[in-house]
């Protein structure tokens, strides 16, 4: 059964994605909140509840021109960019306080038989994830608009190691990434299974400052293979830990999107979030 804070991002999640659609045409407050059956005035409080400013204020955030912006703002090197150090900045979350540890072949050989994976499934801001830990840190975390598909997802990926329904003290720092409460820093590890190439890939991301973007090419440049953009594109596709690592943060060098596999909605109200909270911050 959804919980309440499912049904508004659901309800949310309706009105960007209306919006999205129907951008041209400058809707007003009044067709968004139709599109989703709610008055104007709750819809107005909704939504300002769930981003802290208004639909207007999020979709000026969210055009074209101000992820351009963003970008052009990103020096050559996004690990260089000088932001605010203290440990009070949501800027220098992912960079300071979350690492990737690449699994060996030893522990996933044979399919994972020698693993064991504690799982469960948790509300967010951007609807159900599901979030699946090893003994040494987080080894999965995506959104799981259908359980069991998603729970298949990783079983699929170590099809025999045994799994467990069961939360632990990872699954709880992940979590809390969600909550914006860096007033108890802590270290949290992810626990991954890639190649070489997409290990590299995947840590470049945790160097995009949340509010900031980057796109495919830069990233392929960081990582000193300038020509393999396709190849940063599929590692980026391929991130097994949803928002952590940061994959919703690369966009097209135009301003256009990309892709996201959680869907373009989700992608938009978490660049949104993520930028707006900051400006609230």
């Known amino acids: 059964m959804s919980t309440q804070v499912e049904l508004n991002y659901d309800r949310i999640a309706k009105a960007i994605d209306f919006i999205r659609q ?3 045409q400058q809707p007003s407050l009044e067709d968004i909140a139709a599109s989703v059956h709610l008055s104007p005035f709750h819809f107005q409080r909704l939504f300002t509840e769930w981003a802290g400013v208004s639909p207007k204020q999020f979709v000026q955030f969210l055009s074209i021109d101000y992820a351009k912006k963003l970008l052009n703002q990103s020096p050559n090197n996004i690990a260089d ?5 203290g440990l009070s900045s949501p800027g220098r979350l992912h960079d300071l306080f979350v690492q990737i540890e690449g699994m060996s072949p030893e522990e996933y050989k044979n399919g994972g038989a020698a693993l064991t994976i504690q799982y469960q499934f948790a509300t ?9 830990s090893t003994h040494r840190g987080i080894c999965a975390m995506h959104f799981a608009d ?10 699929d990926q170590f099809p025999n190691a045994a799994f467990l329904e069961q939360e632990d003290s990872f ?12 007033s108890n820093p802590t270290s949290i590890k992810l626990h991954i299974k890639g190649t070489p190439f997409q290990l590299k890939v995947w840590q470049m991301l945790l160097s995009i400052p949340e509010g900031r973007l980057s796109t ?5 440049q960081q990582i000193e293979h300038p020509k393999a953009y396709r190849a940063v594109g599929t590692a980026i596709g391929q991130n097994p830990v949803s928002f952590l690592i940061p994959c919703h943060r690369v966009i097209q060098t135009s301003g256009g999107l990309g892709g996201y596999m959680w869907g373009l909605t989700r992608k938009i109200a978490i660049i949104g979030w993520e930028g707006l909270g900051l400006i609230r911050n």
């Open 81 to 85: 960019v000088t932001i605010e150090t």
């Open 216 to 220: 495919y090419g830069t990233i392929a």
């Open 124 to 132: 967010t801001p951007f609807g159900t994830v599901l979030v699946a």
């Open 22 to 24: 129907n951008f041209k």
């Open 171 to 182: 699954h709880q720092l992940a979590l809390s990434f969600f909550k914006r409460d860096l």
């Open 146 to 155: 259908n359980r069991e598909e998603s729970l298949q997802l990783i079983k």
